[in-house]
Every structure is written in structure tokens, then in C-alpha cells.
């Protein structure tokens, strides 16, 4: 896959783990949104806590990257759907443990009215791998 950070003082400079586009080439992988479950028991992680939902959320997209032959540095997008953005610095803390600055995916994050299983964060993203 070819990958460029895309850069200009003509728009905002990004004020987290995101840049302002990434320009890629090669075959795309469109992870649907993620929440979080347990795989393995189909049970939440973390009830009430947007931490360990984030951390669970983020190990599930991994999952599903690597069954697509990808990883975490292929992602070129993410969303993130919050409940409530005051859980943006505690979910943003996780993010960006995975995603660093330099390299990291264009996102987008939202407050929404409710996710599924009434969870605090959901996360997608489109990853682009050779091909």
C-alpha cells in the first residue's frame, strides 16, 4: 500500500492522534463499527467504563484487520461515536496509545443519543492493504 500524510496550514492543524487526510492507494477494507464485546462470551467490557470499552473496541477492529491481511498502520479513517464527549480525553488517551501523531488516520468523532447495547463509544474504520 502507498500511504502519504496529507498536511496544510490552509485548515486546521489537527488537535489529537489524526491528521487532515491521508492519501492511499491499494485494496480497501471497510470495518464496520465496534463495539465492545468480549469475542469469545458475547458479554460488554467495561460497563460504564469508556476506557475499557475503547480498549475493547479498538482490539476488535484489530481483529477483524488482521482476518483482512491488515493492521492498526493501514487505517487511513476512523469514526468514533461517543454517548457523551466528555468522554472524548479518556477515549482519546486510548486512541492515541495506538494511533501515533505522525502517522496517524483522519477520524471523525460524534456525540450520538445512543449506541448499541447503550455502550459509551463505538469505533469503524477503513484500512487500505497491497492488493
Not at 69 to 75: F, I, P
Request: hydrophobic share 45%; proline share 5%; aromatic share 6%.
Amino acid at each position: 500500500m502507498s500511504r502519504e500524510v496529507i498536511r496544510t496550514n490552509l485548515a486546521p492543524a489537527p488537535v489529537g492522534p489524526y491528521n487532515q487526510a491521508i492519501a492511499a492507494s491499494g485494496r480497501m477494507v471497510f470495518v464496520a463499527g465496534q463495539i465492545a464485546l468480549d469475542p469469545q462470551t458475547g458479554n460488554i467490557v467495561g460497563a460504564g467504563d469508556v476506557t475499557q470499552q475503547t480498549e475493547q473496541a479498538i482490539a476488535n477492529l484489530k481483529a477483524i484487520l488482521v482476518a483482512a491481511g491488515a493492521t492498526l498502520d493501514d487505517v487511513v479513517k476512523t469514526t468514533v461515536f461517543l454517548k457523551d464527549l466528555n468522554d472524548f480525553v479518556p477515549m482519546n488517551t486510548v486512541y492515541a496509545s495506538y494511533f501515533s501523531e505522525s502517522n496517524a488516520p483522519a477520524r471523525a468523532c460524534v456525540e450520538v443519543a445512543r449506541l448499541p447495547k447503550d455502550l459509551l463509544v463505538e469505533i469503524d474504520c477503513i484500512a487500505v492493504v497491497e492488493g
